[in-house]
């Protein structure tokens, strides 16, 4: 059983900056591919940012590009996302998620492609 646990969410004015920690566990977290999601009220669920096994590669939305980063720490079985330069509309809950990879550059945006899920953490920007 995986289990990723979300946090670092909170209250921040525009053009402010938040991190984010996804911390997994329950299997050997360097096997899992791992991706950041989130849903704003009245909205569906929508891709932020995934990270391969080996962290080599990361892919980001384009709403995102330039102000987020996606990284990991295989020794702390914890993915981050960090998040500048942050904007009303990035308000949201947010999610990480993850699947099993047989390959160590792998990640995907998609969103059917994780079978693991964390609860998710609120962030809120205000004008």
């Known amino acids: 059983q995986v289990q990723l646990v979300e946090s670092g969410g909170g209250l921040v004015q525009a053009g402010g900056s938040l991190r984010l920690s996804c911390v997994v566990s329950?299997?050997?977290?360097?096997?899992?591919?791992v991706g950041w999601f989130r849903q704003a009220p009245g909205k569906e669920r929508e891709f932020v940012a995934a990270?391969?096994?080996?962290?080599?590669?990361?892919y980001y939305a384009d709403s995102v590009k330039g102000r987020f980063t996606i990284s990991r720490d295989n020794a702390q079985n914890t993915v981050y996302l960090q998040m500048n330069s942050l904007k009303p509309e990035d308000t949201a809950v947010y999610y990480c998620?993850?699947?099993?990879?047989?390959?160590?550059?792998?990640?995907?945006?998609?969103?059917?492609?994780?079978?693991?899920w964390g609860q998710g953490t609120q962030v809120t920007v205000s004008s």
């Open positions: 998620a993850a699947f099993f990879s047989a390959f160590p550059h792998e990640a995907t945006m998609r969103e059917d492609e994780y079978d693991y």
């Open positions: 329950g299997r050997t977290f360097s096997s899992y591919a």
């Open positions: 990270v391969s096994r080996s962290g080599g590669i990361a």
